[in-house]
């Protein structure tokens, strides 16, 4: 069965640095797309950023120009680097993957706090 392993999440003072990293296991099945995700209590779950199958890659704007997110196709793994983070980047972090023959997948999230 297909597995989702985050890791990286913690705690941070603001201006701080992270990387998660969400390794994909247990499918020989090809990835397509992959992203991230964030939810804070009370809100609703957002698009942090997301990367295609070949490499192009969208940001949401409160994190545009201080994150980054990559992949290693190999590993499986899909990386996100967040810089110069901010108390409203506090929120439980999902790694998304998208099978093209098996569909969607969630992992179980990693909790972000970034104190001021």
């Known amino acids: 069965q297909v597995q989702l392993v985050e890791s990286g999440g913690g705690l941070v003072q603001a201006g701080g640095s992270l990387r998660l990293s969400c390794a994909a296991s247990?499918?020989?099945?090809?990835?397509?797309?992959m992203g991230w995700y964030r939810q804070a209590p009370g809100k609703q779950r957002e698009l942090v950023a997301h990367?295609?199958?070949?490499?192009?890659?969208n940001y949401a704007d409160s994190v545009k120009g201080r994150s980054a997110i990559s992949r290693d196709n190999a590993k499986s793994t899909v990386y996100l680097q967040m810089n110069s983070l901010k108390p409203e980047d506090t929120a439980v972090y999902y790694c998304h993957v998208f099978y093209s023959r098996l569909g969607n997948y969630w992992g179980q999230g990693t909790q972000v706090t970034v104190s001021s």
């Open positions: 247990g499918s020989s099945f090809s990835i397509n797309s």
């Open positions: 990367i295609s199958s070949g490499g192009s890659t």
